[in-house]
């Protein structure tokens, strides 16, 4: 397979695949108003994935030894990276629509907590649709105490939500250092943020961005504890775990990831440690949060809508239209359709090699994406994973490592191209849901 996978079939398999994603846009008419984007994007794609693919040779080989030091020193790699995400997400978060519902209600709800705190937000929960039917607080409060402080504008939630995707790309290179080495983790923290779903996710005052930090910190606190067996790590853990319940209830898709980390590496001793403070803060946040939602009159709605939620695919013709639409394309596209030939890289090595630290990834992605796409497989609800996949995609250069630092290159460039698209993106068409 790393003989087929040269680094210029590589190069122009994502170029391919990125020009197909923009026909499809164009012909189904899913593009609506951003129709008029598409063939300067088209022209960028083509022109941008012919010259990465053929750069001269004197060029290449200036890139490669600028990229092979930068990797090398990974504290100016971060630095980089963050410099570039901070500028670049700042104007995004300026200049990106209002995500209808999720957003909209979300930095209505923080406005209530920066006016009237969090007793003002509870008083009226009933009446904030997004939240009484589905979701527990922590996001909206957490927005709201920085508008208080800093000012009531959706800028302001938007830059805190920045703030969350940045600490967890940090914490992918952490995770991938950890479970592999360093320069997996550097790698790995720059792909996170070609999936044009985390830069647009990360720049909305939604409650994703929150979930996919603590959802990583909890499995990275667990490694710590693992390695140096500190029970302020394991403190640590139960009370990450507990916030990303209040967060969002799909943090409980940690629980068994938790537990398999600690199979491979812990004691028995541990085992049970682990399952007692994980219990113990899921009995902390979860009563206390249901006490209220039941004393607030929204604790039946909630309950009502995830049971709804739970068997949407197997009970039901739409949600087996959405698990179809997002497997196909919401999924692919959140990800980067270029960047499918190195998961697919990726995938294959760590299922071939199922060394340990792949297990404990393959065992992340599973956790998440096995019961979502038997419940509600809505591809924002992915991206607690999304940093294994970064972690994933870094591995695939094992196979192909002369070709990482212009996959590196046209991920980027692709990413922008998406994300340009994506700005103020209102798709007008579905492919597969009526």
Known sequence: MSQAATPRRLLLVMMALQLVWLA?????????????????????????????????????????????????????????????????????????????????????????????????????????????????????????????????????????????????????????????????????????????????????????????????????????????????????????????????????????????????????????????VLALAAVLFGVVWVLTASRINVLQKQWQTLGHYAGLVLTNSYGRALLFETITNRLPSALGVYNTPLIMLGSWLLLWRRRQADWLILLWLTAVWLPLFLTLPDHRYFMSSFPAVAILVAASFQVVPEALDRALLLALLYSAGALYLFVDWSRAAQLFIN
């Open 24 to 276: 499809i846009i164009w012909l189904t008419g899913a593009g609506g108003t951003a129709v008029y984007k598409l063939p300067p994007l088209v022209l960028y794609t083509l022109a941008t994935g012919l010259l990465v693919a053929f750069m001269p040779t004197r060029l290449s080989g200036w890139w490669q030894r600028s990229v092979d030091q930068l990797i090398q020193h990974e504290k100016a790699a971060l630095l980089l990276l963050g410099g570039v995400l901070v500028a670049a997400g700042t104007v995004y978060a300026s200049q990106q629509r209002l995500w209808p519902f999720d957003e909209e209600a979300s930095y209505e709800a923080a406005v209530t907590v920066a006016r009237h705190g969090i007793p003002g937000l509870l008083a009226n929960y009933r009446n904030w649709g997004w939240l009484a039917t589905q979701h527990p607080p922590l996001a909206p409060i957490i927005y709201g105490q920085f508008l208080r402080f800093f000012g009531e504008t959706l800028l302001v939630a938007r830059l805190v939500s920045l703030l969350f995707s940045l600490a967890t790309g940090l914490l992918t290179y952490l995770m991938g250092t950890a479970l592999y080495d360093k320069k997996t983790g550097v790698v790995a923290a720059w792909f996170l943020f070609t999936f044009p779903l985390v830069t647009r996710l990360g720049t909305t005052a939604m409650v994703e961005p929150m979930l996919a930090f603590f959802f990583t910190l909890t499995l990275y606190l667990t490694l710590l504890w693992l390695r140096r067996g500190s029970w302020p790590y394991l403190l640590g853990v139960g009370l990450a775990c507990g916030l990303g319940l209040i967060t969002k209830y799909t943090m409980v898709f940690v629980g068994p990831i938790v537990l398999g980390f600690i199979l491979w590496k812990g004691t028995r001793r541990q085992i049970g440690q682990s399952v007692a």
